[in-house]
């Protein structure tokens, strides 16, 4: 989801830089919020895939099942009820 909405952006930025004639003040002032605002997204959205890579997680009525690599947990929901 992240990074598929940075590469939409990228592209639309790139469409109004070539439209501007390839002004370098407009490349420096939005590239420069562009890589503000996504950098730390990406980053926790690479972080989050390398720690979670190979987990599922399946939730029913009456438990929460977590696989990893084969192993599997299951945490009965009577402990999220008040």
């Not at 009525?61 to 008040?82: C, D, L, Y």
Request: charged content about 20%; proline content about 1%.
């Amino acid at each position: 989801m992240v990074s598929g909405f940075t590469w939409i952006i990228s592209i639309v930025i790139l469409g109004a830089w070539w439209y501007l004639d390839f002004d370098l003040d407009f490349l420096f002032i939005v590239g420069s919020f562009h890589l503000l605002f996504t950098l730390p997204a990406l980053y926790l959205y690479i972080e989050y895939s390398f720690k979670n890579f190979g987990e599922q997680i399946e939730i029913n009525s009456n438990e929460i099942v977590v696989r990893k690599f084969g192993r599997e947990r299951s945490i009965k929901s009577a402990i999220f009820q008040k």
